[in-house]
Nanobody, 122 residues
């Protein structure tokens, strides 16, 4: 059984920063690619960032240069450092374990965390 637990969300002013963490349990963390998604009220869940076990990293265009995905394999944790936050970044953020297919698609991920709320005030 795989468990993913996100933390680090909160309320921040525009221009501020947050670092999200996703702690994974279960099978060897280093064997899997990981992703971050977000879902704003009334909108579909969208891809944010992807980190492969081989070091490939991808971002959605809207966060490039502001967000950084990283992983600490010794701690079974993946992070999302979010800088220069904007009100449009407000959403519930989810981490997920990749299982196959296009990395930017929701159905490419098998296991999901419960999400952590990020609210950016203007």
């Amino acid at each position: 059984q795989v468990h993913l637990v996100e933390s680090g969300g909160g309320l921040v002013q525009a221009g501020g920063s947050l670092r999200l963490s996703c702690a994974a349990s279960g099978r060897t963390f280093t064997s899997y690619d990981m992703g971050w998604f977000r879902q704003a009220p009334g909108k579909v869940r969208e891809f944010v960032a992807y980190s492969s076990r081989s070091g490939v990293i991808r971002y959605v265009d809207s966060v490039k240069g502001r967000f950084t995905i990283s992983r600490d394999n010794a701690k079974n944790t993946v992070y999302l450092q979010m800088n220069s936050l904007k009100p449009e970044d407000t959403a519930v953020y989810y981490c997920a374990r990749y299982s196959g297919g296009m990395y930017s698609k929701v159905d490419a991920y098998e296991y999901w965390g419960q999400g952590t709320q990020v609210t950016v005030s203007s």
